[in-house]
């Protein structure tokens, strides 16, 4: 079984990229997210690795970190989502949107994805909306080992993102922007909530 493997990049074609460790060419199978952050070719990678092991062929799948290759378990945990349709999820979602996408229950952003059409999106947010929290943690509380605030009731939340699709913001958007005024003001009421989203969102407006 490989965990994990370190040395130069030989070349990188479609979904996977040769690692020569020692002078042996692996072939790994990468979401785009990991090709674009690994480096060039003739320089230095290092993959953690999943391997899978069947009666005709021994297939390597390669992460640039520990949390896609945990989202990489996950999804293929749920019944029709084999390897190479996670890694299509993962090329198009990095994981805080993929967790933010399955709290929201927003399957138009899974069905992104090659390979993932509306049942199996469906299938993905009612299999996994429990494994991941209701409003994700900030980076900070990433970065210092902890998790999100507790949550706000869930008819409150429920209405201020309500509220915001009513005035026509995406499902994915207005869910970030409720998740993100919730940690800034945890004993928001309604309306307290429903204008510290929008400047959520005017912020983000902003930035871009």
Known sequence: MIGKLSGRIDSISGAHVILDVGGVGYVVMCS???????????????????????????????????????????????????????????????????????????????????????????????????????????????????GASPPLPPSLARDALSALLNLGYRRAEAFAAVASASQRAPEAKLDELIRASLLELSRKDSAA
Request: glycine content about 6%; proline content about 3%; cysteine-free.
């Open 32 to 146: 785009a997210r990991t090709l674009r952050a690994i480096g060039a070719v003739g320089e230095a990678a290092a993959l953690r690795i999943e391997t899978h092991v069947r009666e005709d062929a021994i297939n390597l799948y390669g992460f640039a970190d520990a949390e896609e290759q945990d989202w990489f378990r996950l999804l293929t945990t749920v019944q029709g989502v084999g390897a190479r349709v996670a890694l299509a999820i993962l090329s198009t979602a990095s994981p805080d949107q993929l967790a933010q996408a399955i709290a929201a229950q927003d399957k138009a952003a899974l069905t992104q994805a090659d390979g993932v059409g509306p049942k199996l999106a469906l299938r993905l947010v009612t299999e996994l909306k429990d494994k991941v929290p209701a409003f994700l943690a900030t980076p900070a509380q990433r970065d210092a080992g902890l």
